[in-house]
């Protein structure tokens, strides 16, 4: 029954000519990711850092385009936690980059739904919102993103939120230019879209 709801997410896609745009969003701390690596035997490798709880809020979505299947990247950073109104300034950025109808798929996440987005709808007739099955964070190609960048990133240690947006929004950058590792986050999600 849930895939019946995707597909035709997918079918008005095509009729309608639109981009899909897949939207998660994630949290970066200065607390090190910390990942298995190498090192001599016998010296088990230390991370020493400052213990703060400091953040760095993200969104981003995966753009697939009607015709050529082209994927792009689009990404917001934000030093507070998101909320309705930083989804709805994402959106709007989407929207003044891509022509044309754009159907954004998102979680059920309450901070996707409420008057700000139904009113950004209101707005913008050619924004289609549609969401994923509840529990099913598996389908979202966005989530693989994030494991990318968090690889990434992992074992590091700055020293500050600067010196953090800075390294992510470099990965983000280097990630937004590779169809490969993009390709690769809408594989690994098992959605029946065709990217040839």
Known sequence: ???????????????????LIFIDESGFMLTPTVRRTWAPIGCTPLIRHHYANDRLSVISG???SPTRRRLGLFGV???DNIAQEEVVAFLLEVLRHLRGHVIALLDNGSIHKGAPLRELCRRYPRLHVEYFPGYAPE??????VWALLKGKLANGRPDDLEE???RLQREFRNVARSQPALRGCIHQSGL???LL
Do not use: C, Q
Request: aromatic share 10%; no cysteine.
């Open 77 to 79: 950073f934000f030093w």
């Open 139 to 144: 389908l979202n190609p966005d989530e693989a």
């Open 1 to 19: 029954m849930e895939r019946h709801h995707l597909e035709e997410g997918k079918k008005n896609s095509t009729r309608l000519g639109a981009y």
């Open 192 to 194: 029946p879209i065709s």
């Open 164 to 166: 953090l947006a800075d």
């Open 62 to 64: 995966i753009s697939v």
